[in-house]
Structure formats: C-alpha cells, structure tokens
C-alpha cells in the first residue's frame, strides 16, 4: 500500500517550504498560510492538496520559532510560553542548536502525535464530545494558573502582566450580548486587538527599543565558535538532549495532544502547562533547552491532534482545521466516523503525510532555515535592530492592511519596554489575551444556563478533575516558588 | 538590586489609575434580564483583582527591576523616541509609496538613530525594501 503518491510526496516538500517562509516572517501565521493556498488546493485532488496543507502547517507551527531565535518574536501565542529560553539559548550557544532543539522537539511531539491520530482519533473525538462550557471554563483557568507560576520569581508581576493580558482582550465586541467595549468611539477596534500585532509589539519592537535605548553594547554576544560544526549543533546536539529528556518530550507531547484536539485554544494551553510544569519541577536554575524542549514537543504534537475532532466529528479543533473541512467538502469528503471505514486509503494517506512531514522535512526544512536565521544573527547588532524594526512594522501591516495595527504595534512596543525594565513578564501577556475572549465566555455561558448556579462549576466529573489540576498546579506551583526563592537566598 | 522605594511604587500607582478607569469605563456596561451581570462582570473583576494586585505593589515594592534600567539617561530616550519616529514614519509615508519602500525607509531611520555606519545602513535598508517588497507587493500582493 503506497501512503503517499510522488504527486503527494512533491506537495509535501513545496508545501514545507512555502511554511517556513511563512512561519518564519512575524506577521505571517499558519493560518494565512493554509488561507492563501486554498484556492489553489480547489483545483488539486485531495491526494495532493491535503499533504500539503499537512506540510504548510506543521513546518509554519515550527518556522515560527526563527522569529523567537532571532528577534524575540514568537510565531504563535503557544510560541510565547518559551520564546525568551529559545532566544537566549540560540545567542548564546547558536541559532543551530536552538532551532534543532526546536525542529527536533517538534519532530518528536508532532510523530507522537500522529500516531495517537492513527490509533485513537475516534475514542478521543468522543472524550472531546463530552467537553461543555463548564469543562471549558476550567481548561482555561488550567491555563491562566499554570501561566502565572511558569512567570519566575514574582508572582505577583506575572499576574499583573497576566491581568493587563486579560483586560487586553476585552476590548470589542463581548462575547454574551454583543456589546461593545472599550473601543474608544473607534469601529476599527469593534472587532477587537489582533494578538499577532499585540505579539510583534510585545516581544519584537520592544527588543529594537530595549537596545535602542540601552545602545549597541546592550547587544547579547552570538555564539561565534559553534558555527563550523553545524551538523553536530542541529542534529546530534539537541538529539543526545532529547534522549536524555526522552521523559519530559513523552509528557509534554502527551499533553500536547490530550488538550491540543480540544477545539478552541487547546494547543496553546498544552504548550503553557508543558512549559509551566518544567518550570515548576525543576531543580536547576536554569534550564532553557527542557523549558524549549518542553514547549515545541508539545506545540506540534498538538497540531496532530487538531485533526482529531475535525476527522472523527467534522468539528474543526483550530483556523486551519476548519478551512481542511473545507477542502473536505470541496472534495466531497464527509468528515466523522464513518470516514474510518467508507475512506481508509484517504485516512492512511493523512497519516503518512503527517509522519512524512515530521520524520523528513521537519529536520530537513528546519537546517535550512536555521541557517538562514544564523547568519541574520551574524549581522552586527547596528544592523539588526532596524531590520528588525521594519520587519515588525511590516509584519503588523501585513496583518489586515490596516495602519492601526501599526499603531498597535508601536504602543504595544512602548507598554512592553515599561514592563521589562520594571520586571514584568510579557509572555503573560500574550496568554492573557488568546486565553480571555475562552475563559469570559465559557464562564458566562455555563452561568447563564445554569440561571448563575455557583455549583453547576463542580458538579460535572471532568470539571472536577480540572478543577483539581488547577488546585494541585496552585499547591506545586507555591511549593517551587518557596523552594526557588529559598534557593537564591542560600546562592546570595 | 535595590532601588528608590518611591519609584519602585510608581507600577502599583499606574496600576491602581488604570483599574480605577476599568472599573469607570465599566459602570455604563447593560445587565442582563433579571439584574444578573452581563459584559461588564468580566472587566469588573478584572479591575479589582489589578487594583489587589496593585496595592499589593504599593505595599511591598519589588526591588528586582531590570539591571539595565537604570542605565537610561537622555540619549537612550532620544534613541527610542528615533526607534518610535522609524514606526510612525511607516504609517505616514505608506499610502503613498510601496511597502517595501516604506519598511526600507524605517530601517534607513533606524540605522541613523542606531548610529551604523551610513553605508552599512544604506545597504541594509535597501536590501531590506527590496525583499519586503518582493514578498508583500509581489508574492502576496498586498
């Protein structure tokens, strides 16, 4: 039996490529990728089109980390939960070695993930059924909870930065009655602030304006020696770490996949406790590469798993699992079960292109690019920053051709240089503000059916079980806390 | 580190005023039938838990900031508000011109502030056009 025909086979490399341009320029998502190539995807057998949607997503979700290697910018808000490690691990010992963490990371993550596709995607397609409001409400607090302890030291400032994040997020339309909020008389912001342009300000235009002020000597030194043995860096590096943490890559992908096939933001929550949890358990200060490996295992194990309830249910699990249901229907294919036993050559030709694209162009696709992103981090610093800057304004624009995202942008920029030169974490930020919109939601659709029934929150058997990972992420997460503060008493 | 305990209050006072607006901004919010709370529930309770949180910031001020924080003296600023002009130049002159001269114009105004070589920079900022505008006017055709 042939998984994936020539044809197929090309589509997933051209598909692999146009991802990694995309994922890597900020501005440029997944999403917009998979958008842009449906009209074309019209025109192509399903055999052709869908592997290379497959490719486009999966290598996109990894390109995304270029961004962080090099600027600081994540490519997705699941990105976020560790693009400060993958930035400071790729100036410091190379942009090879921390993007093969990642590319490899999320090699792993996103095969444990397919194959959970291949084994399971019924079984769980029916646990994701039985998810109502209350259970997502939970999921979300899960989130929000794991995201304040991943913030280091103070607590309190991750909060904050979480709550301004949360209170970011309330701007437009609100989710119960439709009524408009905080838009300052302005229709432009009726729809909301687009995260990706509140991402490019947060993490990327604050950068150029953190060592704009600071001046070039504010610069973080590249790894210089690193370079000539580049195989080494990319491959059997980050390989030898991947199989020493074999058990963090295995839980976190887990995790990745058991809350990424939830529709919704299920990958970004997987990510942010993946990362949360290294961050609680560890008993090193630092850890950068595990919180990395941590984070990208997970992201792309979720991007399988995505497919879960789109395949087994017809409901799609994110933006580009939806426009796939699309090109399902194009092709006049019914997604749900009865796909698993009318369609099977069209179901083993998925997962072949999944494994495909995370056993070969992954790594492949991930050198190349981890190239390209070593030699953007050998410009002099002088040189980088207004790079960098013109990306970030272009990136913004590109969003929606709209100017105010520019805008945006540049106050986003200026409110995030406040925060870090005050010790506040910014990634909270970002989760704050794809996790609100879920958690207001969620929260008052199961109040309202419940004619505000503060007990209807504990009554449900999943709800309790989330409800106590939240309770048992708060008692780990103060436990390491106290033990990391007394710690850094003892080293001072 | 430690610093001024005036200064370092100062988050937990912005924090406190923008709670304070929250909760203003707020009060106009409808409710749903019956009295129950309706869109402005969520912001509410976010505006008490900054304005707890900003109290408590008041109370213990953090003496952790950025090491580098202190090092801001009037060129630093000049160099931001550069950084700043290269962004708002972009809004100003992109109607007009391509994307890619628009980014390229905001790298060349970055180069300056950044104080690079001007030849470096005219190179950059010209490769830098040209391979926005490739990638935005002519691949996507924005």
Known sequence: ?492 | MPCNSIVSRIPGVVFLTLAAFTWLSARNFPSLPEGYPGPGLFPNVLAFLLALAGIGLIWRPSVEVDTSAQRLHRKGITRILGGLSGAILFLLINPWISIGAAAGMTCLVCGIVMRARIKAVLITSTAAGIAIHLLFSGLLAL
């Not at chain 1, 025109?43 to 497959?54: K, N, Q, R, W």
């Not at chain 1, 939960?81 to 100036?91: C, F, G, P, V």
């Not at chain 1, 437009?172 to 300000?201: C, E, K, Q, S, W």
Request: include cysteine; hydrophobic fraction near 55%; proline fraction near 5%.
């Open chain 1, 1 to 492: 039996m042939t998984l994936v025909s020539w044809e197929g086979f090309l589509a997933l490399i051209a598909g692999a490529l146009y991802g990694a341009l995309f994922g890597a320029v900020p501005g440029l998502t997944a999403t917009l990728a998979v958008a842009l190539f449906i009209p074309i995807a019209f025109f192509l057998d399903a055999a052709i089109a869908l592997p290379a949607i497959i490719a486009i997503s999966s290598v996109a979700i990894y390109a995304g980390d270029v961004g962080s290697a090099i600027a600081r910018i994540p490519g997705t808000p699941a990105s976020a939960a560790y693009a400060d490690e993958l930035h400071n691990l790729s100036r410091s010992r190379g942009a090879l070695y921390g993007l093969g963490i990642s590319a490899l990371g999320s090699s792993v993550g996103g095969i444990l993930g397919t194959l959970v596709l291949a084994g399971g995607a019924l079984a769980l397609a029916t646990l994701a059924a039985m998810f109502s409001s209350f259970e997502y409400f939970w999921i979300a607090v899960l989130g929000l909870t794991a995201g304040v302890f991943a913030s280091g030291r103070h607590l309190l400032k991750g909060f904050i930065s979480l709550l301004i994040g949360l209170l970011l997020s309330t701007v437009g339309i609100d989710p119960t009655l439709g009524y408009p909020r905080f838009h300052f008389g302005n229709p432009a912001f009726l729809g909301g602030l687009d995260y990706i342009a509140v991402m490019i300000g947060l993490f990327g235009f604050s950068e150029v304006l953190y060592h704009m002020g600071a001046g070039t000597k504010s610069a973080p030194a590249a790894h210089a020696s690193i370079h000539r043995r580049a195989l080494n860096n990319f491959y059997a590096a980050p390989l030898k770490l991947i199989r020493k943490a074999r058990k963090l890559v295995v839980r976190s992908s887990l995790l990745g996949i058991f809350v990424g096939f939830l529709p919704g933001a299920g990958a970004d929550i997987g990510a942010w406790v993946a990362c949360s949890l290294e961050k609680i358990s560890a008993k090193r200060q630092k850890n950068e590469e595990r919180v990395v490996l941590a984070g990208v295992s997970s992201n792309n194990a979720a991007v399988a798993s995505a497919w879960i309830p789109a395949l087994s249910l017809g409901l799609p699990g994110d933006t580009v699992t939806a426009m796939v249901l699309g090109v399902f229907m194009m092709k006049g294919v019914t997604p749900g079960p009865l796909l698993f036993q009318e369609q099977m050559p069209l179901i083993w030709m998925l997962f072949g292109a999944f494994l495909i694209a995370n056993i070969l162009l992954l790594p492949t696709v991930g050198l190349l690019t981890a190239r390209i992103a070593r030699t953007a981090l050998r410009l002099p610093f002088s040189l980088l920053l207004p790079v960098i800057a013109a990306t970030c304004v272009t990136g913004a624009y590109a969003i929606n051709n709209n100017p105010l995202d520019v805008g945006v942008m540049a106050l986003m920029g200026v409110v995030a240089l406040m925060l870090r030169r005050g010790g506040f974490p910014l990634a909270q930020v970002v989760l704050g503000m794809v996790l609100g919109p879920i958690l207001e939601q969620h929260f008052m659709v199961s109040a309202i059916k419940s004619n505000w029934s503060p007990l209807s929150f504990f009554e449900r058997p999943v709800a309790l079980i989330l409800m106590g990972a939240c309770v048992a992420t708060v008692i780990l997460g103060i436990a390491a806390h106290k033990r990391r503060l007394t710690g850094s008493d003892e080293g001072n």
